[in-house]
């Protein structure tokens, strides 16, 4: 239940009837929030400013109306008007009290929401190329990009998570010499110092030692067009096991594995350029040197050019250089193509930091591409600056230029990196201190919300408290009556604010916030926690009152309910106990 979503639905029920409003377009824009200031109550409302204009009235004069209206609601305790025409509401200890109930009813799924209402969302992250392990780099989108497309599914969209092989690049041939070189070193050859411009990563060896098993010393002495591309397959597919284990220990498996090599193959690059070109959006032409770095799609030679201009961009944008072959652009146009010829009504990245010049060239080609009917988002992600008790974290030798996913997963866990990935926003640069994030102290926020779960886990395994934690699993309103104190009732408030985040969260493609959430809570279950130390009256246990021990494990329940729930949206295990 969406408490939000309820009061508003009253709102407009007493405008609708004080005002004979039958125009439901009229409410758009009414929102239902908690109040900047605690002391102005529980819950605030622009309704009155939003339809002042329509029934060409004073907004303080509606809600003036409104107030007289609203504080009728049994539920209502008080109802004032604020500033220009804000209607502030004070609920009734009863109100919280009985949504404890709709928290412990609906379990871990409290807080879905149909606002997505099924609209198909491909997400699309990591991506990385199969020519190495993922690094530290790629974990962070990885993480970023999971915990959005498990946000946007509990929001009620139906989301497709994929990842985009780049197979057909230059890079991909690189691997293949790279790998070519490891099979003559699994043959007993001295390969020596590792060339320049080859991969020099120890995560090679196994690969070659792979072929030298599969295909003894036959492709030694072959031709390279010969041996190349039997090897690049065959690296290619190795080095995807090797992400995929990587992602499957991250808690992370893709829906989609789209390869760019198949867009070249079935030539749908030809077929979508046909497509641009018969809308008079290609041309050939020479494009203007860039300002400051110059990229190296750039050639001062005519080419096959996108006019992306048109659609906002800040130059066209080059699909085939001077000489024919194709610039990875046009492979993201033909991929861009088959995710619209899939349904998918919206669209999402999920990059580096280094990309962002590319949003304004994708998502021209998404408006034309889909006629304006589907949308892009890209999400960019900065650099993770790893270390270990202050100190640099020493790079990965079986990696050789770069921190792996499997040094940290090693090190820390899943759910230690998945958590601290999302502490902060994605273009925000993170410091990941690896002795920090497994400190038991409140300044580590994954220990910190674990062990507010934790806590009220424990509460109801006490022995002594048997007869209270049964009559906690089914309470009635009467139990919960005893739950009284502000604190209390602000950690209910609190509770009940999850439905909403999730909602903001999915339309702001934001999943940290739901980490920011889950901290609050656990700082509001904690500072309940030492008032009871202070105030013995105010502990969840009291030896001579099982009612209200009941009705205060039942509150424990809710709160564990709640970060599991949250939990689950991070990818996150939440732990019955702090070891």
């Known amino acids: 239940m969406n408490i939000f979503n309820t009061i508003k639905s009253e709102v407009n029920k007493s405008l609708e009837a004080s005002y004979a409003i039958t125009d439901p377009a009229l409410f ?23 339809v002042s204009k329509s029934l060409k009235m004073n ?45 412990l009813t609906a379990g871990t799924s409290y807080g879905d929401s149909t606002l997505g209402a099924g609209i198909s969302v491909n997400i699309e992250y990591v991506s990385a190329n199969p020519t190495g392990p993922l690094h530290i780099g790629h974990a962070r989108g990885a993480v970023v990009g999971d915990g959005l497309a498990l946000l946007l599914t509990k929001a009620g969209y ?61 492709l030694r002495d072959q031709p390279e067009s010969a041996w190349l ?124 930091a280094d990309h962002g010049g590319y949003i304004n060239r994708m998502k021209a080609l998404v408006k034309v591409l889909s006629q304006d009917k ?43 990196l998945r958590f601290v990935m999302l502490t902060r926003k994605p273009e925000q640069p993170l410091d990941f201190d690896l002795v920090k994030v497994q400190e038991q102290s ?18 109801l395994r006490q022995p002594h408290a048997a007869e209270a934690a049964a009559r906690a699993q089914s309470p009635d309103a009467a139990l919960l009556a005893r739950l009284t104190h502000s604190a209390e009732l602000a950690l209910i408030r609190k509770l009940c604010y999850w439905p909403r985040l999730v909602e903001s969260a999915a339309l702001a493609y934001e999943p940290h916030r739901v980490a920011y959430f889950l901290h609050d809570l656990a700082s509001e279950l904690h500072g309940l926690w030492t008032l009871g130390n202070d105030d013995p009256s105010l502990r969840f246990l009291q030896e001579n009152d099982v009612a209200l021990s009941a009705a205060r494990l039942a509150l424990a329940r809710a709160v564990a309910t709640v970060i599991a729930s949250g939990l689950a949206v991070l990818g996150v295990e939440p732990v019955e106990e702090m070891r």
């Open 28 to 50: 758009q824009g009414v929102t239902v929030e908690l109040p900047k200031d605690a002391a102005h109550g529980d819950l605030s409302t622009n309704a009155a400013m939003v």
């Open 59 to 103: 907004p303080r004069q509606i809600a003036e109306a409104l107030v007289q209206s609203l504080a009728k609601h049994p539920d209502v305790a008080s109802a004032e008007v604020a500033g220009p025409g804000f209607v502030n509401l004070t609920m009734r200890p009863t109100f919280w009290q009985g949504q404890l109930l709709n928290i």
């Open 158 to 218: 139906a989301v497709t998570k994929e990842y985009y092989i780049n197979d057909a690049g230059a890079q991909t041939d690189t691997l293949a010499r790279s790998a070519f070189l490891r099979y003559r070193e699994a043959l007993g050859e001295a390969i020596g110092e590792i060339p320049a411009g080859l991969y020099p990563g120890d995560y090679l060896v196994p690969v070659g030692q792979a072929l030298a098993e599969t295909h003894g010393a036959a």
């Open 229 to 352: 591309p039997i090897v690049r397959a065959f690296a290619i597919e190795r080095m995807m096991g090797l992400i995929k284990t990587d992602l499957a220990d991250l808690g992370i498996r893709h829906d989609v594995f789209a390869s760019e090599r198949r867009l070249h193959e079935e030539k749908r690059i030809e077929q979508v350029l046909q497509e641009l070109e018969a809308q008079g959006l290609l041309y050939r032409g020479v494009l203007e040197p860039p300002k400051g770095k110059t990229p190296d799609d750039w050639e001062p030679r005519e080419q096959l050019l996108f006019r992306s201009t048109d659609y906002d961009d800040d130059c066209d944008r080059p699909l085939a250089k001077s000489d024919g072959s194709f610039t990875y652009f046009a492979g993201d146009v033909a991929y861009a193509r088959d995710k619209l010829n899939r349904g998918f009504a919206k669209l999402v990245m999920v990059l580096g």
């Open 374 to 416: 589907a949308s892009l988002e890209v999400l960019l992600c900065q650099l993770v600056k790893l270390f270990e008790a202050g100190q640099p974290f020493k790079m990965s030798k079986r990696a050789g230029t770069f921190i792996t996913v499997r040094d940290v997963l090693e090190v820390v866990g899943k759910d230690v």
């Open 442 to 459: 409140k300044d580590n926020p994954v220990f910190y919300v674990q062990y507010a779960h934790a806590r009220c886990k424990s509460l």
